[in-house]
């Protein structure tokens, strides 16, 4: 016999049929809120990972070392301009670039092993062109000695002109290797912050450095003090540099031609030079990187 169900029972399903229904439209907005968060934001954000984004577009993994104002794992709504510059290259040949952030050591092992498709950016050496395939110019290295006032700076055109000095370097860039290589007293420390304290300190005679994040860090609004007006520098090498693709990419050539009609795409529509402005940089300013 058939059972008919009771007005109860039947008040009660259709109760919590309308609760469900208010519990999913009261939850919607949320859900696309996170949707648009994690996955709409996804063009500007410094992804940190190596997981690809949903869909089945082409994807490229490029390892970016932290290097600001070029290269900024944590702010993603300012990645910094080296990886807005590649992500707009390889989004005008139907490419999506991936960014997860490395130290440099780490990310240079990562792209030469093959674990990712090559490097955000790094600068020409003979012995790279085992390891890596070049992209077309992307700006140039700078490189300045920093003091305080200009007295020890005065004699320095190069850099083995600072034998007798004691010269400060941020630990993992190259200018560690060529400051001994020139028989340099190296002091080596963690960061541009560092080398800004012990310069105002009187620890260090100059720094050694790359001039956009020496920059970057002298403009930080947090460490405005009076006396960091009295730290100068003195340029003293200007060199190009490069996105660098690894051999052991999957077919390497080709991604490289990609990138490249992507660069020239973007510099003759007028997106690169604005992607430079929004970081108060300008293309002739030369921007500088990590080697």
Not at 7 to 22: E, G, K, M, Q, T
Not at 83 to 93: N, P, S
Request: aromatic share 10%; hydrophobic share 40%; glycine share 6%.
């Amino acid at each position: 016999m058939k059972r008919v169900a009771s007005i109860p029972y039947l008040f009660s399903r259709r109760l919590l049929a309308d609760v469900d229904d208010v519990l999913r439209l009261s939850l919607f907005p949320a859900c696309l809120a996170l949707f648009l968060y994690f996955y709409g934001a996804a063009p500007v954000a410094a992804q940190n990972t190596l997981i690809s984004p949903p869909g089945n577009q082409d994807t490229v993994t490029l390892a970016c070392n932290p290097f600001p104002p070029s290269k900024i794992g944590e702010d993603p709504a300012k990645p910094g301009y080296d990886v807005e510059i590649l992500r707009a290259a390889f989004a005008t040949r139907n490419i999506t670039l991936i960014t997860p952030f490395y130290p440099w050591r780490r990310a240079y092992f990562m792209a030469n092993s093959g674990q990712v498709d090559g490097l955000c950016s790094c600068s020409y050496l003979p012995e790279r062109e085992d390891e890596f395939f070049y992209s077309n110019l992307l700006g140039h290295v700078r490189v300045a000695f920093y003091a305080v006032g200009t007295n020890n700076l005065k004699t320095l055109e190069e850099i083995k002109d600072a034998r007798d000095m004691t010269v400060g370097i941020v630990n993992g860039y190259s200018l560690e290797a060529s400051a001994r290589d020139a028989g340099l007293d190296v002091l080596l420390v963690n960061s541009e912050a560092t080398l800004i304290d012990m310069l105002l300190s009187r620890r260090l005679d100059v720094a050694l450095s790359y001039k956009a994040p020496m920059d970057h860090e002298l403009r930080n609004p947090d460490r405005q003090l009076p006396r960091i007006k009295s730290i100068q520098d003195k340029i003293i090498s200007n060199n190009p540099y490069y996105s660098c693709i690894s051999r052991k990419a999957k077919n390497p050539t080709a991604l490289v031609n990609e990138l490249n009609t992507g660069l020239t795409t973007i510099r003759e529509n007028g997106l690169f030079d604005s992607i430079l402005a929004k970081y108060g940089v300008a293309r002739k300013d030369g921007p500088p990187l990590q080697d």
